[in-house]
Protein backbone atom coordinates (compact mmCIF):
# COMPACT_ATOMS: atom_id res chain seq x y z
CA UNK A 1 0.00 0.00 0.00
CA UNK A 2 1.09 3.49 -1.06
CA UNK A 3 3.04 5.26 2.42
CA UNK A 4 0.03 8.17 3.36
CA UNK A 5 2.69 10.51 4.08
CA UNK A 6 2.76 10.93 0.70
CA UNK A 7 -0.35 12.42 0.34
CA UNK A 8 -0.15 15.14 2.87
CA UNK A 9 -0.43 18.74 2.66
CA UNK A 10 -1.56 20.41 -0.14
CA UNK A 11 -3.26 18.71 -3.37
CA UNK A 12 -4.08 20.51 -6.17
CA UNK A 13 -7.33 19.56 -8.13
CA UNK A 14 -5.93 21.09 -11.75
CA UNK A 15 -7.73 22.72 -14.16
CA UNK A 16 -7.61 21.25 -17.94
CA UNK A 17 -6.99 24.63 -20.05
CA UNK A 18 -8.68 24.17 -23.43
CA UNK A 19 -7.26 25.99 -26.66
CA UNK A 20 -9.65 28.08 -29.01
CA UNK A 21 -11.06 25.14 -30.67
CA UNK A 22 -12.25 23.29 -27.64
CA UNK A 23 -8.90 21.30 -27.75
CA UNK A 24 -6.90 20.32 -24.85
CA UNK A 25 -4.40 23.01 -24.50
CA UNK A 26 -0.95 20.85 -23.47
CA UNK A 27 1.03 24.11 -23.14
CA UNK A 28 -1.03 25.73 -20.62
CA UNK A 29 -1.34 22.63 -18.96
CA UNK A 30 2.89 22.54 -18.63
CA UNK A 31 2.96 25.42 -17.23
CA UNK A 32 0.02 25.14 -15.09
CA UNK A 33 1.96 22.20 -14.03
CA UNK A 34 5.32 24.50 -13.56
CA UNK A 35 3.27 26.63 -11.59
CA UNK A 36 1.87 24.91 -9.00
CA UNK A 37 4.26 22.46 -8.33
CA UNK A 38 6.01 25.69 -6.70
CA UNK A 39 3.71 24.85 -3.47
CA UNK A 40 1.72 21.70 -3.88
CA UNK A 41 2.78 17.93 -2.45
CA UNK A 42 0.80 16.10 -5.18
CA UNK A 43 -1.66 16.95 -8.33
CA UNK A 44 -5.16 15.31 -8.54
CA UNK A 45 -5.79 14.53 -12.21
CA UNK A 46 -9.75 14.79 -13.22
CA UNK A 47 -11.03 15.71 -10.63
CA UNK A 48 -14.43 18.17 -10.70
CA UNK A 49 -12.39 21.13 -11.31
CA UNK A 50 -10.70 19.15 -14.44
CA UNK A 51 -14.19 19.23 -16.24
CA UNK A 52 -13.45 15.40 -16.37
CA UNK A 53 -17.79 15.15 -16.95
CA UNK A 54 -16.66 16.64 -20.12
CA UNK A 55 -13.63 15.03 -21.57
CA UNK A 56 -13.67 11.86 -23.44
CA UNK A 57 -12.03 8.57 -22.11
CA UNK A 58 -9.39 9.24 -24.27
CA UNK A 59 -8.68 12.63 -23.41
CA UNK A 60 -8.81 11.69 -20.00
CA UNK A 61 -5.95 9.67 -20.35
CA UNK A 62 -4.34 12.05 -22.61
CA UNK A 63 -3.83 14.04 -19.78
CA UNK A 64 -3.22 11.88 -17.12
CA UNK A 65 -0.07 10.17 -19.25
CA UNK A 66 1.13 14.19 -20.23
CA UNK A 67 0.83 14.99 -16.24
CA UNK A 68 3.14 11.92 -15.80
CA UNK A 69 5.66 12.63 -17.88
CA UNK A 70 5.73 16.34 -17.53
CA UNK A 71 5.78 16.24 -13.60
CA UNK A 72 9.17 17.59 -12.93
CA UNK A 73 9.56 16.98 -9.22
CA UNK A 74 8.41 13.82 -9.64
CA UNK A 75 5.25 14.67 -6.74
CA UNK A 76 2.64 11.84 -6.24
CA UNK A 77 -0.46 11.58 -8.77
CA UNK A 78 -3.70 11.07 -7.91
CA UNK A 79 -6.28 10.25 -10.48
CA UNK A 80 -10.22 10.48 -10.60
CA UNK A 81 -12.18 7.44 -11.49
CA UNK A 82 -15.88 7.64 -10.04
CA UNK A 83 -19.61 7.56 -11.30
CA UNK A 84 -22.97 6.04 -10.07
CA UNK A 85 -22.60 3.17 -12.24
CA UNK A 86 -20.23 0.53 -9.78
CA UNK A 87 -19.96 -1.95 -12.94
CA UNK A 88 -18.68 0.97 -15.07
CA UNK A 89 -16.24 2.43 -12.75
CA UNK A 90 -14.45 -0.96 -12.29
CA UNK A 91 -14.44 -1.62 -16.23
CA UNK A 92 -12.88 1.63 -16.61
CA UNK A 93 -10.29 1.52 -13.33
CA UNK A 94 -9.47 -1.75 -15.31
CA UNK A 95 -8.84 -0.56 -18.63
CA UNK A 96 -6.81 2.13 -17.33
CA UNK A 97 -3.06 2.63 -16.96
CA UNK A 98 -2.17 3.40 -13.47
CA UNK A 99 0.98 2.10 -13.12
CA UNK A 100 2.29 5.52 -12.24
CA UNK A 101 -0.42 6.73 -10.63
CA UNK A 102 -0.32 6.88 -6.83
CA UNK A 103 -3.94 6.83 -5.59
CA UNK A 104 -7.64 7.17 -6.95
CA UNK A 105 -10.15 9.46 -5.99
CA UNK A 106 -13.49 8.51 -6.62
CA UNK A 107 -16.44 10.32 -5.69
CA UNK A 108 -19.65 9.05 -4.08
CA UNK A 109 -22.10 7.94 -6.39
CA UNK A 110 -24.08 10.62 -7.47
CA UNK A 111 -27.84 11.41 -8.73
CA UNK A 112 -29.18 8.17 -7.78
CA UNK A 113 -29.11 8.98 -4.02
CA UNK A 114 -28.40 5.43 -3.06
CA UNK A 115 -28.57 4.33 1.13
CA UNK A 116 -25.53 4.10 3.06
CA UNK A 117 -25.00 0.40 2.37
CA UNK A 118 -25.30 1.01 -1.46
CA UNK A 119 -22.83 3.69 -0.97
CA UNK A 120 -20.50 1.38 1.60
CA UNK A 121 -20.87 -1.75 -1.04
CA UNK A 122 -20.13 0.36 -4.15
CA UNK A 123 -16.70 1.65 -2.50
CA UNK A 124 -16.17 -2.13 -1.47
CA UNK A 125 -16.44 -2.78 -4.96
CA UNK A 126 -14.46 -0.32 -5.93
CA UNK A 127 -11.78 -0.74 -3.64
CA UNK A 128 -12.06 -4.19 -4.55
CA UNK A 129 -11.05 -3.80 -8.08
CA UNK A 130 -8.53 -1.23 -8.14
CA UNK A 131 -5.11 -1.95 -8.13
CA UNK A 132 -3.92 0.86 -6.08
CA UNK A 133 -5.53 2.79 -3.03
CA UNK A 134 -8.80 4.67 -3.12
CA UNK A 135 -9.55 7.65 -1.49
CA UNK A 136 -13.11 8.44 -1.00
CA UNK A 137 -14.59 11.71 -1.99
CA UNK A 138 -18.09 12.91 -0.25
CA UNK A 139 -19.38 16.18 -2.06
CA UNK A 140 -22.77 15.96 -1.20
CA UNK A 141 -23.70 19.32 -2.44
CA UNK A 142 -22.59 17.73 -6.14
CA UNK A 143 -24.21 13.92 -5.17
CA UNK A 144 -27.15 15.17 -3.52
CA UNK A 145 -26.54 12.45 -0.86
CA UNK A 146 -24.02 12.55 2.42
CA UNK A 147 -21.69 9.95 2.98
CA UNK A 148 -22.08 9.89 6.89
CA UNK A 149 -18.87 8.96 8.90
CA UNK A 150 -20.06 6.29 10.29
CA UNK A 151 -20.02 4.50 6.51
CA UNK A 152 -16.93 6.22 6.21
CA UNK A 153 -15.27 5.03 9.16
CA UNK A 154 -17.14 1.27 8.00
CA UNK A 155 -15.03 1.73 4.79
CA UNK A 156 -11.60 3.17 6.33
CA UNK A 157 -11.61 -0.88 7.70
CA UNK A 158 -11.13 -1.69 4.06
CA UNK A 159 -7.44 -2.26 3.68
CA UNK A 160 -7.41 -1.22 0.02
CA UNK A 161 -8.77 2.69 1.35
CA UNK A 162 -6.65 5.40 2.61
CA UNK A 163 -8.50 8.23 2.99
CA UNK A 164 -11.08 10.85 2.25
CA UNK A 165 -11.63 13.96 0.99
CA UNK A 166 -14.92 15.81 2.95
CA UNK A 167 -16.43 18.59 0.66
CA UNK A 168 -19.66 18.20 3.18
CA UNK A 169 -18.95 21.48 5.26
CA UNK A 170 -19.81 19.70 8.11
CA UNK A 171 -17.20 20.25 10.61
CA UNK A 172 -18.73 17.69 12.96
CA UNK A 173 -18.95 14.98 11.19
CA UNK A 174 -14.91 15.35 10.12
CA UNK A 175 -14.87 15.39 14.02
CA UNK A 176 -16.60 12.33 14.53
CA UNK A 177 -14.39 10.85 11.91
CA UNK A 178 -10.76 12.32 12.70
CA UNK A 179 -12.12 11.35 16.68
CA UNK A 180 -12.96 7.48 15.48
CA UNK A 181 -10.36 6.99 12.88
CA UNK A 182 -7.06 5.16 12.25
CA UNK A 183 -4.03 7.41 12.29
CA UNK A 184 -2.92 5.71 9.06
CA UNK A 185 -6.85 7.42 7.59
CA UNK A 186 -6.43 10.62 5.63
CA UNK A 187 -8.78 13.19 6.15
CA UNK A 188 -8.40 15.62 3.48
CA UNK A 189 -10.79 19.16 3.39
CA UNK A 190 -12.29 19.26 -0.28
CA UNK A 191 -12.78 22.97 0.73
CA UNK A 192 -10.52 25.78 0.39
CA UNK A 193 -12.23 28.11 3.23
CA UNK A 194 -11.97 25.08 5.76
CA UNK A 195 -8.61 23.93 5.54
CA UNK A 196 -6.98 25.44 8.61
CA UNK A 197 -9.93 23.91 10.56
CA UNK A 198 -9.53 20.78 9.31
CA UNK A 199 -6.18 20.98 10.17
CA UNK A 200 -6.91 22.02 13.65
CA UNK A 201 -9.23 19.09 14.30
CA UNK A 202 -6.77 15.76 12.78
CA UNK A 203 -7.07 16.37 9.31
CA UNK A 204 -3.95 16.36 6.99
CA UNK A 205 -4.49 18.68 4.38
CA UNK A 206 -6.51 20.03 1.51
CA UNK A 207 -7.29 19.04 -1.87
CA UNK A 208 -7.67 22.64 -3.18
CA UNK A 209 -8.90 24.73 -6.24
CA UNK A 210 -7.30 27.98 -5.55
CA UNK A 211 -4.23 25.90 -5.37
CA UNK A 212 -3.84 25.94 -9.23
CA UNK A 213 -3.54 30.44 -8.83
CA UNK A 214 -1.78 30.07 -5.20
CA UNK A 215 0.29 27.49 -4.66
CA UNK A 216 2.90 29.16 -2.43
CA UNK A 217 -0.18 30.19 0.06
CA UNK A 218 -1.27 26.70 0.65
CA UNK A 219 2.24 25.74 1.44
CA UNK A 220 2.51 28.51 3.76
CA UNK A 221 -0.67 27.60 5.28
CA UNK A 222 0.48 24.24 5.68
CA UNK A 223 3.66 24.67 7.21
CA UNK A 224 2.54 27.08 9.89
CA UNK A 225 -0.55 24.71 10.54
CA UNK A 226 2.48 21.64 11.13
CA UNK A 227 4.15 23.92 13.05
CA UNK A 228 1.33 25.17 15.37
CA UNK A 229 0.82 29.22 13.81
CA UNK A 230 -2.38 29.10 13.83
CA UNK A 231 -2.38 33.12 13.61
CA UNK A 232 -0.03 33.02 10.45
CA UNK A 233 -1.59 30.07 8.97
CA UNK A 234 -4.88 32.50 9.46
CA UNK A 235 -2.95 35.22 8.01
CA UNK A 236 -2.18 33.69 4.55
CA UNK A 237 -5.94 32.11 4.24
CA UNK A 238 -7.08 35.61 4.87
CA UNK A 239 -5.54 36.68 1.56
CA UNK A 240 -8.22 34.27 -0.13
CA UNK A 241 -10.94 34.66 1.09
CA UNK A 242 -13.16 37.56 -0.50
CA UNK A 243 -11.09 35.74 -4.15
CA UNK A 244 -12.75 32.43 -3.29
CA UNK A 245 -16.67 33.22 -3.91
CA UNK A 246 -16.74 33.83 -7.34
CA UNK A 247 -15.01 30.76 -8.19
CA UNK A 248 -18.11 28.96 -7.61
CA UNK A 249 -20.41 31.69 -8.21
CA UNK A 250 -21.10 30.52 -12.45
CA UNK A 251 -19.56 27.00 -11.49
CA UNK A 252 -16.39 25.56 -11.03
CA UNK A 253 -14.07 26.26 -13.00
CA UNK A 254 -15.82 28.81 -14.62
CA UNK A 255 -14.19 31.86 -12.28
CA UNK A 256 -10.91 29.57 -11.79
CA UNK A 257 -10.18 29.66 -15.21
CA UNK A 258 -10.78 33.44 -16.02
CA UNK A 259 -8.23 33.96 -12.97
CA UNK A 260 -5.55 31.87 -14.31
CA UNK A 261 -5.90 33.59 -17.51
CA UNK A 262 -4.96 37.17 -15.30
CA UNK A 263 -1.94 35.05 -14.23
CA UNK A 264 -1.12 34.30 -17.72
CA UNK A 265 -1.90 30.70 -17.87
CA UNK A 266 -4.14 29.58 -20.27
CA UNK A 267 -7.64 30.92 -21.52
CA UNK A 268 -10.84 31.09 -20.14
CA UNK A 269 -12.64 28.35 -22.24
CA UNK A 270 -14.90 25.88 -20.33
CA UNK A 271 -16.64 23.35 -22.12
CA UNK A 272 -20.77 22.95 -22.16
CA UNK A 273 -22.50 22.71 -20.46
CA UNK A 274 -19.99 25.49 -18.55
CA UNK A 275 -19.84 28.82 -20.17
CA UNK A 276 -17.00 31.00 -19.88
CA UNK A 277 -16.95 34.22 -17.24
CA UNK A 278 -19.48 36.87 -17.69
CA UNK A 279 -18.52 39.89 -18.06
CA UNK A 280 -19.85 40.75 -14.72
CA UNK A 281 -17.43 37.96 -13.17
CA UNK A 282 -14.95 39.21 -14.87
CA UNK A 283 -14.73 42.49 -13.65
CA UNK A 284 -15.56 41.04 -9.79
CA UNK A 285 -12.90 38.82 -10.07
CA UNK A 286 -10.19 42.17 -11.56
CA UNK A 287 -11.43 43.77 -8.49
CA UNK A 288 -10.27 40.94 -6.88
CA UNK A 289 -7.24 39.71 -8.63
CA UNK A 290 -3.94 40.08 -7.25
CA UNK A 291 -0.10 38.48 -7.53
CA UNK A 292 0.09 36.51 -3.94
Known sequence: MIQTKKLLGTGVALVTPFNEQGGVDYKALKKLLNHTAKGVDYYVVMGTTGESATLSKDEKQAVLKFVIHNNTKKIPVVYGIGGNNTQSVIDEIR????????????????????????IYQHFVGVADASPIPILLYNVPGRTASNMTAETTLRLAAHENIIGIKEASGNLEQCMMIAKRKSNNFL??????????????????????????????????????????????????????????????????????????????????????????????????????????
Open 95 to 118: STDLSSVDALLSVSPYYNKPSQEG
Open 187 to 292: LISGDDMLTIPIYAVGGVGVISVLANAYPVVFKKIKENCIGGNYRKAQNEAYKLIEINAPMYEEGNPVGLKYLLKLIGIGNAKVRLPLVSATLNLQKKINQLFKQI
